[in-house]
């Protein structure tokens, strides 16, 4: 079992930056693939990023370039550093884990573990 909590979520102008939390708890020795989920208004569901447990990560083309996701294993922490915001980045943020499945160098569509997100708006 892993019990993951995420933080940051924030509403902030096009063209701005968040940086999103997560906090893991739990079985962490276990995760093979950490990343972020989001669930966008018109259920436009979609993992934005995913790294490996050895740091191999991978990004949506709608990010790419503008995300990064990172770790710091020690501290069992997920981040994910959004730079140039749109307003098509509006959408709740889940935090997310894969206990099953290994690194395959794409996004994975199906995920473990879930926090309980944290909603990011857009606006001007």
């Known amino acids: 079992q892993v019990t993951l909590q995420e933080s940051g979520g924030d509403t902030v102008q096009p063209g701005g930056s968040l940086r999103l939390t997560c906090a893991a708890s739990g079985m962490t020795s276990e995760i093979l693939v950490s990343g972020w989920y989001r669930r966008a208004p018109g259920n436009r569901r979609e993992t934005v990023a995913a790294i490996s447990d050895d740091g191999r990560v991978k990004y949506r083309d709608s990010v790419q370039g503008r995300f990064t996701i990172s770790r710091d294993s020690a501290k069992n922490m997920l981040y994910l550093q959004m730079n140039n915001v749109q307003p098509e980045d509006t959408a709740v943020y889940y935090c997310?884990?894969?206990?099953?499945?290994?690194?395959?160098?794409?996004?994975?569509?199906?995920?473990?573990?879930w926090g309980q997100g944290t909603q990011v708006t857009v606006s001007s």
């Open positions: 997310v884990t894969n206990q099953r499945s290994a690194w395959r160098g794409t996004l994975p569509k199906t995920w473990d573990y």
